[in-house]
Structures are given as C-alpha cells and as structure tokens.
C-alpha cells in the first residue's frame, strides 16, 4: 500500500539479509546524500537505523522515511527512544467490513460506525437510517456479505484479496498463519525459552473471547503464572490480536465489575487457533462486534472511550463508547429476532452513569431495524447496517 502511495520513493526491505549490514554502515550524511524521501520495511530489524534517522532529520528537516514494520513492539520501542517528537504513528488494523462496502459500494470512507461517533445527534442520525426499503439497495447486498465474510474469515487484507481461493486455500492460509506469526514471531518478541505454554495461554485466551479476564483461571489452565499470562497477553494485545475491552466503574456507590473485557479482535485468526469450523456463536458474534467498533476508534482515531459495563447483580454491557457530551450504549446479540427482552440491561443506565445517554442499541442479526417497546428509546439494529 506503502509503495502504490509513494511510487516515486526508494524502497528497502530489511528482510534482505544482504541489503540489512549495507544499509547498517551506512552514517547520517550517507543516507542525506542518497535518500531524501525512503521507504524501509521491517526496519525493527535493524535498531540502529533509529539513531541514524534521527540525526537525518536534525540535520535536514526536509528529511522523511517511511517506517515500516510487523513487530509493533519492536518498532514502538526505536520510535519512543531514538525518534519521540520526530515521528507520526500509523496503527493499520485488520480490515473493517466498512472499508470493504466503501470499496465495492461507493460509501463513505469512515463507515457508518465513524459517522454516528462523531455525528452531534447520533440518535437523529441512526433514525434517518432506519429506511423500511434499505433491504432493497444494492449497497446493503454487499453490505451483508461483507458481515457474513467477516465474522467467519477475518479481516487479513490478503483472504479479501483472493477471490479466486477456495475454502481450503483460506483455511490453509490462516493455519499456516498462525503457525508462523502468532506461535514463533510473537514468542520471538516475548523471549520464550519453551513454545508450548504460548501456544495453551493463545488457546485458552481464544476459548474465553467476550469474557471477563481472569488472570489467575487462564494462567492455571495455560500452565504458566499469572504475570507470565499478563506479559505474553500484551503481546498479542500490542500485535493487535487480542482488545481487553476495559471496565467503566467510576461510579463509587455501585457495585461494578472491574476486570477487563477480553477479545479476540480476528475471527479468522481465532478460527484457525481453535480449529474450528460452522456456525458463528454468541460470543463470537460479540467479539466481532466491539472488533469493528474498536477498529474503527483507533483507526480513525475518533474522540470516543470504549468500556464494558457490568454490575456485581447481573446488568451487563458489551460496548460503552464515552463522549464528551454522554454515551451510546450497544448490546450484542446474536439472535435474529430481537424483542424487547434483549434490550433490557440498556434501561436505567442514568443511575450508574455520570453522563446522559445518547443513544441504546441491540446490534444483531434481525434484518429489521426499528425501535422497541421499551420504557426508554431502543433500536434494534443490523449488524450488517452499522458496521457497513
């Protein structure tokens, strides 16, 4: 993507165990004088170019090089101590199911989740959108199979690239996927002497998706200790697999959960952990869910706090997005015939909540997008609609 945007850059891949030591002897003047503009991928390969770029760019501020890398911990750490003050970060999640639909379907860039955010009347908005003929636009054709791809194969950009592979050909990717990435190039990161115990703590982390984190249960059925499963657990969070969705408790008088809320940010990844296959069940319908939202937040960095809420005598929910000026209360479910039932944690949330609540939603599968018969206003909304 890098290089469709910056055609005209150089572009040095420190993968090339030829080109890295080159490029490694190379001082601040060297590089002024061959590169003024520079992309360089996998640059956490080679940590002194760190120091070196920075004393490029005190001595040229016309100076600018791209970096690029797959270990963000890796390349946070050169950023924070060699480059502070010097460089914007970039963050690139797994694909949205909006930057899908927008592709294919001519919609807005920001998604629909990027509009209510940052919308002054999110409710006003979200009922504009409650069109009884929605069903019949085009656009919510791809709108639905983009969901339908999404909760079952992730959004690795390179399963939405081929469309010419078979199931097969994607399972095999996302095995071999984790195999590679997630069970040798994290533990790299992580130092560890023993692959094994990484591997039980990700199966037991992918098994407890839209869970309460409890560091002493997953360490005890991972076999390693409690700080060991909080540190390899940053791992996957800084690697962008794992959200620990953090609780909302600043309300002192009410009896509130305070661990935080654990998910698995990609289907496919979490599929091909687990080895499994069929139909997408509550929790991970749930985790799909706050995974669109929370993509959506960092990537285009709206002004919203994402928390979960529950309370020690059983009022739960999954997503709570802080503003400024209140909250938008969601609930997941899975079911595709939504009654007011399912919206009822959503009501009387002004007793717990220092804000005024601006907007409740049950986000599912029901194809219908109405309001419910609920003391206070709820929309029943489609999963495939909000997230497109």
């Known amino acids: 993507m890098v290089r469709q945007t910056r055609a005209d850059w150089p572009y ?26 520079v992309i360089v991928d996998e640059v956490q390969k080679l940590p002194s170019l760190f120091e070196t770029f920075k004393a490029c760019h005190d001595r040229d501020g016309e100076f600018r090089a791209i970096l690029l890398g797959s270990s963000q911990l890796l390349v946070l750490k ?60 085009p656009v919510a054709a791809i709108e639905s199979g983009a969901w339908e791809k999404m909760k079952v194969e992730g959004g690795m950009p390179v399963l939405w690239a081929n469309d010419d592979w078979t199931d097969s050909d994607r399972r095999q990717w996302r095995e071999d996927y984790v195999r590679t990435y997630l069970q040798k190039d994290l533990a790299d990161v992580a130092r560890l002497d023993q692959l094994e115990p990484f591997v039980r703590l990700l199966r037991m982390a992918c098994l407890r998706t839209a869970q309460t984190a409890n560091w002493s249960d997953l360490a005890r059925e991972a ?91 059983g009022k739960e929910v999954d997503l709570l997005l802080e503003r400024d000026d209140g909250y938008i209360a969601l609930e997941c479910k899975s079911t595709q015939h939504v009654t007011a039932t399912d919206g009822r944690h959503l009501l009387g949330l002004e007793t717990i909540l220092d804000k005024p609540i601006l907007l409740r939603m049950v986000v599912s599968e029901d194809a219908d997008f109405r309001k419910l018969d609920t003391a206070q206003p709820v929309w029943a909304v489609p999963a495939s609609c909000i997230l497109g």
């Open 223 to 313: 076999g390693v200790s409690s700080p060991s499963a909080k540190t390899w657990m940053s791992h996957l969070e800084a690697g962008y697999h794992a959200v620990l969705l953090q609780p909302w408790f600043r309300n002192r008088e009410k009896r509130l959960v305070k661990a935080p809320k654990l998910h698995i940010l990609d289907a496919g990844v979490r599929r091909a952990v687990l080895r499994k296959a069929g139909e997408v069940d509550g929790a991970e319908f749930e985790t799909a869910v706050v995974g669109e939202f929370w993509k959506a937040i960092k990537t285009q960095r709206l002004l919203v706090d994402p928390f979960h809420l529950r309370t020690l005598d």
């Open 12 to 37: 040095l891949d420190l993968d090339d165990p030829v080109t890295r030591p080159v490029l490694a002897n190379l001082s601040a003047e060297d590089w002024l004088s061959r590169y003024r503009k």
């Open 78 to 137: 050169g950023v924070r101590e060699s480059l502070a003050g010097r460089a914007a970060l970039l963050e690139l999640f797994p694909l949205m199911v909006s930057e899908f639909v927008a592709h294919r379907g001519s919609r807005e860039p920001d998604g629909r989740i990027g509009q209510l955010l940052s919308s002054l009347d999110p409710a006003g908005l979200l009922e504009s959108w409650a069109d009884p003929m929605r069903r019949l636009d």
